[in-house]
C-alpha cells in the first residue's frame, strides 16, 4: 500500500470524494471514520436529510445488495450497521429539527418467545433511514404489548419479527386478535426472519414478508403510498 | 448411563468407520451399504449417534446417508439438499426415513417430506428431540435466554457458532449477538468429561452461565427403533 492511501485526510476530500470515501468506511465498518464525515458534510452546509440519503443509505444499499449475493455476511453487515448507527446519532435530532419529509410510522418488535433482534433492528435502522418513524418495542413481546403500542402510536404499519421455527406462528395469534378486535385494515403488517417464506406470510394474512431489510423498506414505501392513495380516492 | 450411550462407549473402536468431525460438518457422510430395506437420510451432526444405533440394535437392514453438517448454518438449503438425495435414492429401497427435524426452515422440510412421501423426525432441532420433544417443548417458556448445544455441537463450537459469527475476527459482535441470552445449556448424549469441560469453556466465551443435562439419545432413539422395525 502507498503512502498516500494510508494517509486519508477525509476534510481534505471534495464532497464527491468524501462520500464515496463514506460508502467504503461504511463497507468496512468504520464507525469513527463515518462520524467524522457526518460531521465534515454538517459543517460544509449539507442538510441532515442529505447526508442520511446520499452518505448513509446509499452506503449501506451497497452493503445490502453485497450481503443479498452472498458476498458480505452477517459479521460484516452488523459492522456496517454500527457503523452507520453512529452517523444516524449524530443525525437524528438534526433530522427533526430541519423537517426531515417522513414517509411514515411503523411499530416493530419480535414477538412473544423470541428474543433474537439482528434482523429487526436492521430492518428499524434502514427504515429510519428511509424517513420512518419507527417504534421498536423489542423482545418477546405479547399480543397485548403490539395492541397496545398500535393504539398508542396509531402507526402505518406493525412490523414483526422471529427467529424461531417455534416462535413465527405467533405472529398469526397477534393478527387474528387483530381480526377479532377490527382492526386488522387500520395497519399495514409487514412479517421477517429467517424461518418465513411468502407462503407463510400469506398463509398467516401479513400483507407481505420481507426478506431482508432492503426488501423490507421498499415494501413499506409501496404498500404505504397504495394505502394513502386509496385513502384519497374514498 | 443410558444403555445407548454406554454400549457406545464400550464399543468405539466398532465405530471407526466414522469420519472425523470436520468432514462430517463439511461433507456430510457417503451412503453406508449398497442396498438395504430402510435408507436414512441424515444430517452429519447425528452420524456418530445414528451408526452407534444401528450397531447395537444390529440393524442391518438399515443403511445411512448424511448431508454436510454445516448445512444447520443455512437452513434454506436443507429442504432442497434433502429432497435431493431423496430423490437420488429412493428407488433403491423401500423406505426412506428423513432424520432432520425443522431445523429453522419453517416447515418447509415437512411440507417437502410430505410431497415426497417420506416420514421425519418431529421435532424443532436436534436438541429438542435429544431432550426428548415433549420435555423440551414443555421447557420452552422459560428458557427463552437459553443456547443450546449437543455433543457434536461443542465439539465443533468454533466451526458452527464462533467463526461463522465472525467472533474470532471481530469480537466486539458478542454482545449483538449474545446480549439477550443468560445461558448456555449442555444437552449431552455421552458420558464425556473432557466434552463437558470444551461446553463449560464455550459458555465462558460467550458470557453464559452453564448448565449440563445429560439427556442419551432422546426421541432419536425412540424414533428410529420404530423405523427400523416396521
Redesign the interface.
Known amino acids: 500500500m502507498s503512502e498516500e492511501e494510508e494517509d486519508i485526510i477525509l476534510s481534505e476530500l471534495d464532497d464527491d470524494d468524501l462520500v464515496a470515501q463514506m460508502f467504503d468506511d461504511l463497507y468496512d465498518g468504520l464507525k469513527e471514520e463515518i462520524e467524522e464525515g457526518v460531521n465534515i458534510l454538517l459543517e460544509r452546509g449539507w442538510t441532515p436529510y442529505k447526508i442520511l440519503t446520499e452518505a448513509l443509505v446509499g452506503g449501506m444499499k451497497i452493503v445490502g445488495d453485497d450481503f443479498r449475493d452472498g458476498i458480505l455476511?452477517?459479521?460484516?453487515v452488523?459492522?456496517a450497521a454500527?457503523a452507520m448507527k453512529g452517523g444516524m446519532y449524530i443525525l437524528k435530532p438534526l433530522l427533526a429539527e430541519t423537517g426531515a419529509p417522513r414517509m411514515g410510522k411503523m411499530v416493530i418488535g419480535t414477538v412473544k418467545?423470541?428474543?433474537?433482534?439482528?434482523g429487526k433492528n436492521l430492518v428499524s435502522m434502514m427504515m429510519e433511514g428511509a424517513g420512518f418513524e419507527v417504534v421498536d418495542l423489542g423482545?418477546?413481546n405479547a399480543v397485548e404489548a403490539y395492541l397496545e403500542a398500535l393504539e398508542a402510536e396509531e402507526p402505518d404499519i406493525l412490523g414483526m419479527s422471529a427467529l424461531?421455527?417455534?416462535t413465527?406462528p405467533y405472529m398469526k395469534v397477534v393478527i387474528d386478535t387483530m381480526i377479532e378486535q377490527g382492526k386488522r385494515d387500520d395497519f399495514i403488517v409487514l412479517v421477517g426472519g429467517?424461518?418465513?417464506?411468502e407462503e407463510?406470510g400469506r398463509a398467516i394474512g401479513a400483507d407481505a414478508y420481507c426478506r431482508d431489510a432492503a426488501v423490507a423498506v421498499e415494501t413499506a414505501k409501496t404498500l404505504v403510498s397504495r394505502k394513502h392513495n386509496q385513502g384519497a380516492t374514498v | 448411563m443410558l444403555p445407548e450411550t454406554l454400549w457406545a462407549a464400550r464399543n468405539a473402536p466398532r465405530c471407526a468407520m466414522i469420519p472425523d468431525d470436520e468432514t462430517l460438518t463439511e461433507a456430510g457422510l457417503a451412503l453406508t451399504g449398497a442396498r438395504a430395506r430402510l435408507l436414512l437420510v441424515a444430517c452429519g451432526a447425528l452420524a456418530r449417534e445414528i451408526i452407534a444405533l444401528k450397531e447395537m440394535n444390529g440393524w442391518d437392514h438399515v443403511d445411512l446417508v448424511c448431508l454436510p453438517a454445516i448445512l444447520h448454518n443455512t437452513?434454506?438449503r436443507i429442504t432442497e439438499r434433502v429432497a435431493e438425495t431423496v430423490t437420488a435414492h429412493r428407488d433403491r429401497y423401500d423406505r426412506i426415513f428423513v432424520v432432520y427435524a425443522?431445523c429453522?426452515?419453517?416447515?418447509?422440510l415437512w411440507e417437502k417430506c410430505r410431497e415426497l412421501g417420506v416420514e421425519m423426525i418431529p421435532g424443532?432441532h436436534c436438541y429438542s428431540f435429544f431432550e426428548g420433544n415433549t420435555a423440551f417443548?414443555a421447557r420452552?417458556?422459560d428458557e427463552?435466554?437459553t443456547f443450546y448445544l449437543t455433543d457434536f455441537l461443542a465439539r465443533q463450537f468454533d466451526a458452527f457458532v464462533w467463526k461463522?459469527?465472525?467472533?474470532d475476527?471481530?469480537p466486539q459482535?458478542l454482545d449483538?449477538?449474545f446480549g439477550?441470552?443468560e445461558k448456555l445449556v449442555y444437552l449431552a448424549q455421552s458420558e464425556d468429561d473432557a466434552l463437558t469441560e470444551k461446553a463449560r469453556e464455550a459458555a465462558t466465551r460467550l458470557g453464559l452461565s452453564f448448565e449440563r443435562r445429560f439427556t442419551g439419545y432422546g426421541d432419536l432413539a425412540t424414533q428410529l427403533a420404530k423405523q427400523a422395525r416396521t
Request: glycine share 10%; net charge negative.
Open positions: 455476511f452477517v459479521p460484516e452488523l459492522l454500527n418467545g423470541d428474543i433474537h433482534d439482528i423482545i418477546n424461531l421455527t417455534t413465527m429467517a424461518p418465513l417464506n407463510f | 437452513p434454506d425443522d429453522g426452515t419453517g416447515g418447509q424443532p417443548a420452552s417458556e427463552i435466554t461463522p459469527l465472525g467472533l475476527r471481530h459482535l449483538t449477538y439477550h441470552y
